[in-house]
Nanobody, 125 residues
Framework: QVRLVESGGGLVQAGGSLRLSCAAS????????MGWFRQAPGTVREFVAG???????TFADSMKGRCTISRDNAKNTLYLEMNSLTPEDTAVYYC???????????????????WGQGTQVTVSS
């Protein structure tokens, strides 16, 4: 069993930045594929960014150029840095982990087996 705990969300004005963290514990391995998803009120969950344990990162089109995903394997922590935030970025952001150990992460929920509880990001105008 893997536990994922997100943190770092909050209220930020449009144009601002946030860094989200995801701390992993339990039966977690650093070569797991990690991802960030988000879900706004009344919408389905959508992919934000992913990072393979060994390989490349993948970003949603809406996040390219203003998003960075990274991980600290020593701390079993995944990070998501978002810049130039807009109200459209308001959502609950979820951390996810997959056991497939892909070289290139994919934006599919089915690739991820473990999910955190989410952290709220609210961007005001």
């Amino acid at each position: 069993q893997v536990r994922l705990v997100e943190s770092g969300g909050g209220l930020v004005q449009a144009g601002g930045s946030l860094r989200l963290s995801c701390a992993a514990s339990g039966r977690f391995f650093s070569n797991y594929t990690m991802g960030w998803f988000r879900q706004a009120p009344g919408t389905v969950r959508e992919f934000v960014a992913g990072m393979a344990g060994i390989g490349s990162s993948t970003f949603a089109d809406s996040m390219k150029g203003r998003c960075t995903i990274s991980r600290d394997n020593a701390k079993n922590t995944l990070y998501l840095e978002m810049n130039s935030l807009t109200p459209e970025d308001t959502a609950v952001y979820y951390c996810a982990a997959g056991t497939d150990r892909r070289v290139v992460p994919r934006p599919f929920e089915g690739d991820y087996s473990y999910w955190g509880q989410g952290t709220q990001v609210t961007v005001s105008s």
